[in-house]
């Protein structure tokens, strides 16, 4: 009987000498109002950010709760921000173009360009896709015989072109139509690049 | 326990309102970034001018684009015109010509296109201009496509006009075919079509006239195609 009785006392101690869980920020918060008590009354800013950080978040919530805020902000800066076009505050304006949605249209494509000259040393395309400059796009050609190839990228359009054989010489291509400039004296050709 | 819910919803819209600053900075970090990247291309200008190696040339390009960018004229073209005509040695004088030309067509092409065109619709525009392309066309273009690119059509008005079509023949197919819903790909295969039926010896505009025909008959009849079409 006896035994029996200690057995139970025991159980009860057992469970009375767990303390009792507590959310992580209770104990410095019970312990900052202690202090409170003695020094000055805590203001409303810190109230509230003591509220806020009593909660416990995991890893996945903080992210989950940082994308959204990211998302909510870049979201009200849409709205709040204005219409009108951006204009560079210093020196000259300078208007930002709106692109409009889903441009292939202004993607530019590959396209590959052939030349035959077969004593030609070094050749290159120069054109108004790659700023004319003839560093930019020089041709190879596989072997010693074969005709000379290049692929530029070129936005979806009418480009103006040619080829410059041996550093020196402009020579239209062959194989295209011919550009008819009203502005400069020299061969040069046309393609019109389709969208992809 | 409802009340400790409530507590839990509010902490994380409490949270939420203290990061949305953060978004808004954020998002105003990638708006300037768009700011920036307007003197990033004038940068970009300012190093392909140092493929011309004349310093004369070089002056004078450089103190045209200012002038231009002063008025508000895209100068990208303008800078793509003044490379073009040192590649064919041209003298600072026909380079000089040459952009004060395009600059008044760029203007004329924003005119008809509108305001909110692309850099490369204006050039597009302002080379159908050179080839004597009718006002009306560019402007009818904007009309029928309202929503859509037009770089592609523009150059092939100029290609055909190139061909010494009538222009007001050519605007008409380009026009007609456009609001029939032809799209840029078709008229790329147009114009290349016509462009060998003329290397074969067809005159230019009986070509046309044959090549249109048959683009349209592959179009969904008159009244069905919805005109603010995009590509």
Redesign the interface.
């Known amino acids: 009987m006896n035994d029996e009785r200690d057995e139970m006392i025991e159980r009860a101690a057992r469970v009375l000498r767990t303390p009792p869980q507590v959310r992580s920020g209770t104990v410095a918060r019970v312990l900052m109002a202690v202090r409170a008590r003695h020094a000055r009354p805590a203001s409303r800013w810190q109230r509230a950010l003591w509220w806020v950080a009593d909660t416990s978040i995991s890893a996945r919530g903080a992210a989950v709760l940082a994308a959204a805020s990211l998302a909510i902000g870049f979201v009200a800066r849409g709205t709040v921000a204005t219409s009108e076009p951006i204009v560079v505050a210093s020196g000259p304006s300078i208007e930002l173009q709106p692109v409009a949605d889903g441009d292939a249209a202004e993607r530019p494509v590959p396209v590959a360009l052939v030349f035959e000259q077969a004593n030609a040393r070094d050749v290159a395309v120069v054109g108004d896709f790659n700023g004319w400059d003839r560093a930019a796009s020089p041709m190879v050609r596989a072997g010693t015989e074969g005709p000379w190839t290049a692929t530029v990228l070129a936005k979806p359009g009418r480009h103006t072109y040619a080829f410059i054989v041996d550093g020196t010489t402009l020579v239209a291509d062959p194989n295209a139509a011919k550009a008819t400039s009203n502005d400069f004296r020299g061969d040069a050709s046309v393609m019109i690049v389709r969208p992809d | 326990m409802r009340l400790n819910r409530r507590r839990?919803v509010l902490?994380?819209l409490?949270?939420?309102c203290?990061?949305?600053?953060?978004?808004?900075?954020?998002?105003?970090v990638?708006?300037a970034l768009?700011?920036v990247?307007?003197?990033a291309s004038l940068a970009a200008q300012e190093t392909?001018l140092l493929?011309i190696s004349d310093d004369g040339t070089r002056d004078a390009v450089r103190r045209f684009l200012?002038a231009a960018?002063?008025r508000?004229t895209p100068t990208e073209p303008l800078?793509?015109?003044a490379?073009?005509?040192?590649?064919?040695?041209?003298t600072p004088k026909?380079i000089e010509?040459?952009l004060a030309?395009?600059e008044k067509r760029l203007k004329k092409s924003r005119e008809l296109l509108g305001a909110?065109?692309?850099?490369?619709e204006l050039a597009?525009g302002a080379?159908a201009l050179?080839?004597g392309a009718p006002e009306s066309a560019l402007r009818d273009m904007r009309r029928i496509a309202p929503?859509?690119?037009l770089?592609?059509e523009?150059?092939?008005l100029?290609?055909l006009l190139?061909k010494d079509i009538a222009p007001k023949t050519a605007a008409t197919m380009v026009l007609r075919l456009m609001a029939r819903g032809a799209?840029?790909?078709q008229l790329?295969?147009l114009?290349?079509a016509v462009?060998k039926d003329v290397a074969l010896g067809v005159k230019p505009v009986s070509a046309l006239e044959l090549r249109g025909r048959g683009v349209m008959s592959l179009l969904p009849p008159a009244g069905s195609v919805v005109t603010a079409q995009?590509?």
């Open positions: 839990g902490r994380t409490a949270g939420i203290a990061m949305v600053p953060v978004g808004v900075f954020a998002g105003g990638v708006g768009g700011v990247s307007a003197p392909r493929l200012d960018r002063v508000g800078v793509s015109r490379l073009e005509g040192v590649a064919f040695r041209a026909e010509r040459a030309a395009l909110n065109s692309t850099v490369d597009a080379d050179a080839h929503g859509r690119r770089t592609v523009l150059g092939v100029t290609e190139a799209s840029g790909t790329t295969e114009n290349a462009q995009k590509r």
